[in-house]
């Protein structure tokens, strides 16, 4: 069930209706939770009710683990490592059983006839193992609590606003949220319909628009000049990050209409000055993931040697290319991003902001075709042809026009970082900007692609 679908809209206004006659009459936690588990089951069974099976298996072991830890403080560990192996090992079967497999048949020259090769990926199989591992690995560093509710805790886990694409939410955050009463109010409408119109604008208005485009440069790579070709690695910048930033707000702004509040997962990062800053930026909620769970483990900046800090920034990079998914150019993607940031770490050069903000986001552009390609040969090629085959590109009116309506509104949420503050100080133009998006989004009236980072 995809939120640029009207029959999501429509399951969403039961809930809100459910919620609020809990709310006024009924007053029930046990009923909310119980309903929202239920909603976020009947959500997630859109796609493929067999993969219920996975968040229920991922959401009881990790729930009766986080007791185990707690209670058996001498054998803690052996319980934790318990937990993260049946996690770890279901992602790995389903998300890079069919890669290695593969690889394994291309090395030996084997023929490569394995049923389990035809293994489909479930949705947001990546975010809710992540979510979930992060709940007992902070019961065994005694951050929190184990969830006595076990409702509670499978609603947590499975909360359908976050549940396929994030954010990744810690249980120390959202978890606690379930043990009170939720119900709307004019505030928290108006609140999560301004998330929800800014992240559908991002989405069906801006990056649906520039996937067609973007298809045909790296589709056709070989033909176009290198001019197109660095558009088209530009156009791709804007297209993910507006497919995974709309994603990220309609889902802040679902959950903020029944008064839930979840993290920020996008700062403008085409505004940042530096690859460090652009990770701040991007993908907060997984940044921090790494940075908590992977870079401090394993010393973080407070290692002796540079060579061990920059090997800290290299695994724990090349690391989150590999969770992005089963390929090369993702290990290579990550791995790349980790080196550079240890060169600015190293190098420290002091630019006027707007050249660094410029040089970054052409370094990131460039990543992308890497994160982009189907292979690594492909990416080469592609990246080889920009400097041997240059050519300033023609811009035609209608990408134009979506490159300033983009440009428009990521200005907006960089000048007023917190989207709950007013545009201008003023309501009633917020109110104009709002009901033109809104118009615009009526007018275009339905998405044409699927959320780029369902795939992983």
């Keep these: 069930m995809l939120f640029t679908d009207f029959n999501f809209w429509y399951f969403f206004l039961l809930v809100i209706f459910i919620i609020q006659i809990n709310f006024k009459f009924i007053k029930s936690i046990n009923f909310q939770n119980i ?8 959500f997630y069974s859109y796609w493929d009710w067999r993969f219920l099976s996975l968040i229920i298996v991922v959401s009881f072991q990790t729930f009766y683990f986080g007791k185990l830890i707690k209670l058996f403080i001498k054998n803690k560990k052996i319980y934790l490592i318990s937990s993260i192996l049946i ?23 084997l023929k490569n006839d394995l049923v389990l090769n035809k293994i489909i990926l479930p949705v947001g199989i990546s975010f809710y193992i992540f979510q979930s591992l ?28 976050q549940l396929v694409a994030g954010p990744i939410e810690r249980a ?22 301004k998330y929800i119109i800014i992240g559908l604008s991002f989405k069906i208005v801006i990056a649906d628009s520039l996937a067609s485009h973007v298809d045909k440069i790296f589709n056709r790579y070989y033909e176009l000049s290198g001019g197109v070709l660095y558009l088209g690695a530009i156009l791709f910048s804007i297209q993910i990050y507006c497919d995974f930033c709309g994603y990220s707000l309609v889902a802040i702004g679902v959950a903020k209409i029944i008064n839930f509040n979840l993290s920020k997962n996008f700062d403008t990062p085409y505004f940042a000055n530096s690859i460090k800053n652009f990770w701040r930026r991007w993908h907060i909620s997984l940044s921090n ?21 920059f090997r800290n920034i290299i695994i724990t990079f090349t690391l989150s290319g590999v969770w992005h998914g089963a390929n090369w150019t993702f290990l290579i993607w990550g791995f790349l991003n980790g080196f550079l940031l240890s060169m600015q770490n190293l190098f420290k050069v002091k630019l006027p902001n707007l050249i660094s903000s410029i040089l970054t986001l052409l370094l990131i552009s460039f990543l992308w075709i890497i994160f982009r390609s189907l292979t690594i040969y492909d990416a080469f090629n592609y990246i080889s042809r920009i400097f041997l085959e240059f050519q300033f590109p023609e811009l ?20 007023y970082k917190d989207t709950n503050q007013i545009w201008f100080n003023n309501l009633t133009i917020q109110n104009y900007i709002l009901f033109s998006m809104l118009f615009i989004l009526f007018l275009i009236n339905k998405s044409q692609t699927n959320f780029i980072y369902f795939e992983f």
């Design 35 to 42: 309903f929202l588990l239920f909603a976020s089951y009947i």
């Design 396 to 415: 035609s009116r209608d990408l134009i026009i979506i490159l300033i309506y983009y440009f428009s509104i990521d200005y907006l949420l960089f000048k």
């Design 134 to 161: 992060t709940y007992v690995v902070d019961i065994y560093f005694g951050k929190i609590n184990p969830e006595k509710n076990i409702i509670n805790y499978f609603a947590y886990v499975s909360f359908f606003p």
């Design 289 to 309: 993931f790494f940075k908590d769970y992977v870079y401090i483990p394993l010393g973080g900046s407070r290692s002796k040697t540079k060579l061990k800090r």
């Design 87 to 109: 996690n770890l090992l279901i992602l790995f079967f389903f998300k890079y059983f069919n890669f290695f497999s593969l690889e394994f048949a291309n090395l030996f020259n």
């Design 172 to 193: 120390s955050s959202l978890l606690p949220q379930f043990n009170k009463l939720h119900g709307v109010n004019l505030k928290s409408f108006y609140l999560g319909l």
